[in-house]
């Protein structure tokens, strides 16, 4: 059975930094592709970043790249979202789900079409 479970959502400030975590289990190699999403109330929920295991190709919203880093590790069967450089904004939950191929994440599937997912974690970037 395929589980995702995120973590490490937190009130953080401006210009500030965080990880989320989401641990996986029951997902096989070689094109199987965890993404993060988030959603901000009254909002649309937005891919994020995707990484597909056991290639490694990544791929980052517009609105986040060059400042959050997705990573995986697979013996602790982990994906990591590093962001930096947060911005204020309305608090968002982030949810990672199972996207294969990551094309929920790059909006070439609607995101409801997914249907593993994590509880998702929130975060706040305020003063």
């Known amino acids: 059975q395929v589980q995702l479970m995120e973590s490490g959502g937190d009130l953080v400030q401006p210009g500030g930094s965080l990880t989320l975590s989401c641990v996986h289990s029951?997902?096989?190699?070689?094109?199987?592709?965890i993404g993060w999403f988030r959603q901000a109330p009254g909002k649309e929920r937005e891919g994020v970043s995707c990484?597909?295991?056991?290639?490694?190709?990544?791929y980052y919203a517009d609105s986040v790249k060059g400042r959050f880093i997705i990573s995986n590790d697979n013996a602790k069967n982990t994906v990591d979202l590093q962001m930096h450089s947060l911005k204020p904004e309305a608090p968002a939950t982030y949810y990672c789900?199972?996207?294969?191929?990551?094309?929920?994440?790059?909006?070439?599937?609607?995101?409801?079409?997914?249907?593993?997912w994590g509880h998702g974690t929130l975060v706040t970037v305020s003063t």
């Open positions: 990484i597909i295991n056991g290639v490694g190709t990544v």
């Open positions: 029951g997902i096989s190699l070689p094109l199987d592709a």
């Open positions: 789900a199972a996207d294969p191929l990551c094309k929920a994440t790059m909006n070439q599937i609607p995101y409801k079409d997914l249907a593993l």
